[in-house]
């Protein structure tokens, strides 16, 4: 079976401060997508970044990065330079390539401490 | 950049009553997702269509049909409701399905709120 585990459902960090969210699945497949997903107090969920299984490199986008540990099935995401806004629920998705089905995780509530 | 559009935002029922919600897609975007979030929950697939026809089905309960229309929109019928069924439902489109690359892009969802 396909699942997300993430295993901190809360998490704090100062403001300007780097934070570090985990995230693991279980998988056979060989083509498939990672995502991270944030969803802020208006609920929507907007895509942070994302990573294609077969690219080696990690994904990076402006204060957001992530490590992609493949063989671990591992994939955490690094907030640097924490910001007010970043406070929200972050979920850690997967996608088989191909299929239509996002599996997420259960979440991490991030708080930003002024 | 046009978005996904959910409508209504907010949906307030009663038991065994009906619901209807309605997405429109992204321009051009042909596939269309539905996802259900209970509350405090992860966002769980119920269904999805491309070019009209069903394309993946998930945990959508028997009460529930859905189906997209001609101009690709798309709208979830839900009968009988339950208490249960109060949750967040997301609508997600995409530009083609059935390849690695295609992305889904959520709307702003529609809470409905079942008493």
């Known amino acids: 079976a396909q699942t997300v585990t993430q295993s901190q459902p809360e998490m704090s960090v100062q403001e300007a401060e780097t934070v570090t969210l985990s995230c693991t699945y279980d998988t056979s497949e060989s083509d498939y997508y990672l995502f991270w997903y944030k969803q802020p107090p208006s609920r929507q969920m907007i895509l942070v970044i994302r990573?294609?299984?077969?690219?080696?490199q990690n994904a990076t986008e402006n204060r957001f990065s992530v490590n992609f540990q493949k063989a671990a099935k591992s994939f955490s995401l690094k907030i640097s330079d924490s910001q007010l806004g970043d406070a929200a629920m972050y979920f850690c998705a997967y996608r088989v390539g191909g299929d239509d089905k996002i599996i997420f995780g259960k979440g991490t509530r991030l708080h930003i401490l002024p | 950049a046009a978005g996904v559009i959910q409508s209504p935002r907010h949906l307030i029922k009663e038991k065994r009553e009906t619901a209807t919600l309605k997405c429109y897609p992204i321009?051009?975007?042909?596939?269309v997702y539905w996802y259900q979030q209970g509350p405090g929950q992860d966002p769980q697939f119920l269904i999805s269509f491309y070019e009209k026809m069903q394309s993946d089905k998930g945990s959508i309960p028997d009460r529930f049909s859905a189906q997209q229309f001609s101009d690709y929109h798309s709208e979830l019928n839900m009968s009988s409701l339950e208490l249960g069924d109060s949750a967040l439902y997301f609508c997600a489109s995409s530009l083609g399905r059935g390849t690695s690359e295609y992305e889904q892009y959520f709307g702003p969802g529609t809470r409905l709120t079942v008493t």
């Open positions: 990573q294609e299984a077969y690219k080696q």
């Open positions: 321009p051009r975007h042909d596939t």
